[in-house]
């Protein structure tokens, strides 16, 4: 997905895992993509990625139109190079809406 024009809206990827949790950003490869616009969720949908090493993810993200990303965790290299990229980085361990309902409530806390 290359940039573009976002229309005033904020992209939130959320890693997706077993029964709809999330999961360390290193050990994601599908990852539910939110709408949000004034304060609620307008679309989501799923994406994958299939990359061969974490460089690769890092690379297709970078590529993207990804605002914030809310993972269960995330390597060292992973946290630093996402930043570089100006993503705004959560950790949330539970269920993927229920991570983006406290993200739009200001209850997550960015690293």
Same mark, same amino acid.
């Given at each position: 997905?290359?940039?573009?024009?976002?229309?005033?809206?904020?992209?939130?990827?959320?890693?997706? #895992?077993? #029964?709809?949790?999330?999961?360390?950003?290193?050990?994601?490869?599908?990852?539910?993509?939110?709408?949000?616009?004034?304060?609620?969720?307008?679309?989501?949908? +799923?994406?994958?990625?299939?990359?061969?090493?974490?460089?690769?993810?890092?690379?297709?993200?970078?590529?993207?139109?990804?605002?914030?990303?809310?993972?269960?965790?995330?390597?060292?290299?992973?946290?630093?190079?996402?930043?570089?990229?100006?993503?705004?980085?959560?950790?949330?361990? #539970? #269920?993927?809406?229920?991570?983006?309902?406290? +993200?739009?409530?200001?209850?997550?806390?960015?690293?």
């Amino acid at each position: 997905m290359k940039k573009r024009v976002n229309d005033g809206y904020t992209f939130a990827a959320v890693s997706y #895992g077993e #029964g709809s949790t999330t999961t360390n950003f290193e050990q994601s490869d599908h990852f539910w993509m939110f709408y949000l616009k004034d304060g609620k969720v307008w679309k989501k949908e +799923l994406l994958s990625f299939f990359p061969k090493n974490n460089e690769e993810r890092i690379a297709a993200i970078e590529n993207s139109v990804i605002d914030v990303m809310i993972c269960r965790n995330f390597g060292p290299k992973s946290m630093a190079a996402l930043k570089k990229k100006r993503i705004s980085l959560y950790t949330y361990d #539970g #269920g993927c809406s229920a991570a983006v309902r406290d +993200l739009l409530a200001g209850e997550l806390q960015e690293l």
